[in-house]
């Protein structure tokens, strides 16, 4: 997680100080995974989970209670992880593992469906001080299975069910298992579409096709060609479906760095009935793709999210004098390490290299940046 600063900028006017970070919400389906179903799965978990450096983790298909204890002990130990409560309830279950540095756990509620409950959980955020300085909630959900018609009504009587329970709060995030084959499907359309109760906002957009060698970099499911039965058990059938996402609320999708959206270990390439390794992976390493396909047969997406808008005072010990700004010009000290400026969508839009000199970046469009210096912490930052 990048730990930063937002700063607002006027027209005429200095910059005001405000404390952000930079938080990884993450989603993975661990595949009936239990204490008598572990399989020796918990190292692939790891090595897997130490590359993504996730603060948040949406858990689907937890069997028992044994997820909490062994991630945050063996799996998540990069930071100070807990996990929320276990509910045993009618079917698997979803738990959120998350990062107690930046985020205190200030509630959980279920949702009943027909099948499986779905999960909310309500975090507060944390500045560099360990005050709570913003409020995200997080639904976990694994929508039913399957492609027949009664399915497809079923999960949308689910999204039904989570939408007229859904917080009015600006910021939340609906992640999981979705188990839609189509992005027009109705369980969908009740969250992203025009005549959604609340619009939420999906980072890949919904011109996508399951099984379309165009979108291949798309699909999280499934990572086996042929069932594996020592690695949790699970389906076959390749990579070709979007089953995983995390969709944010439109209040919150601007502070989404859509471009970080990622299917951990898809490389695009086409491996319709061809598991995760078949032909060998170009984006991980042979034995993170062997990880893949062991752990799950789901792969794991993840995004950054910018959390955090509680105004700092100019004295602040987190303000650092490299930069300055004043209307729509950000001026930069010398000799400061290669500063890279980027849009809110990760685009790359100036870079700064080390000079002796004053450098400045003149009149860009309204909106928000993060700057970010070398080797240093992220700064994001809004021009008006």
């Known amino acids: ?7 607002a900028a006027w027209l005429v006017g200095a910059c005001v100080a405000t404390a952000a970070d930079t938080v990884r919400v993450c989603s ?3 595949l009936k995974f239990s204490q008598d179903n572990e399989d020796g799965r918990i190292p692939q978990f790891k090595r897997i989970l130490d590359s993504i450096r996730p603060d948040i983790v949406v858990c689907s298909e937890v069997a028992d209670a044994s997820v909490g204890p062994r991630f945050v002990s063996e799996v998540l130990t990069y930071e100070p992880f807990a996990a929320t ?23 959980t509620t279920r949702i009943p469906t027909e099948l499986r409950d779905i999960f909310e959980t309500t975090f507060e955020h944390l500045d560099d001080k360990g005050d709570p300085d913003d409020t995200l909630v997080v639904y976990g959900v694994h929508l039913k299975a399957s492609s027949s018609t009664s399915d497809e009504q079923q999960r949308t009587r689910e999204v039904t069910a989570l939408t007229l329970r859904m917080t009015t709060r600006r910021n939340v995030i609906v992640a999981g298992d979705y188990n839609v084959y189509r992005p027009d499907e109705p369980a969908l359309q009740a969250l992203i579409g025009p005549s959604a109760i609340r619009r939420f906002i999906d980072p890949l957009g919904s011109n996508w096709r399951r099984n379309d060698a165009a979108f291949a970099s798309y699909y999280t499911q499934c990572t086996r060609a042929t069932t594996i039965s020592s690695c949790g058990g699970g389906v076959d059938g390749g990579i070709d479906d979007r089953f995983d996402f995390i969709l944010s609320s439109a209040e919150l999708a601007p502070r989404v760095l859509t471009s970080t959206y990622t299917a951990f270990g898809n490389d695009g390439a086409i491996r319709f009935n061809r598991s995760i390794n078949d032909p060998p992976n170009q984006k991980v390493s042979a034995e993170m793709a062997a990880a893949l396909l062991c752990a799950s047969d789901h792969l794991p997406i993840y995004v950054d999210v910018i959390l955090g808008d509680v105004p700092a ?6 303000a650092t004098p490299w930069w300055t700004c004043d209307g729509r ?11 890279s400026v980027y849009s809110l969508q990760g685009n790359r839009v100036a870079l700064l290299p080390t000079s002796n000199a004053i450098q400045r970046i003149e009149d860009l469009p309204t909106g928000m940046y993060i700057l970010q210096q070398q080797f240093q912490n992220a700064r994001a930052l809004i021009v008006r």
């Open 1 to 7: 997680m990048v730990r930063g600063t937002i700063i």
């Open 28 to 30: 993975y389906n661990l």
């Open 85 to 107: 409560p276990y509910y045993d309830g009618p079917d698997t279950e979803i738990t959120v593992l998350y990062n107690q540095r930046v985020l205190r756990l200030l509630g």
């Open 313 to 318: 005072s100019v004295d602040d010990a987190d």
């Open 329 to 339: 010009t950000i001026t930069v000290a010398p000799a400061t390490p290669d500063v």
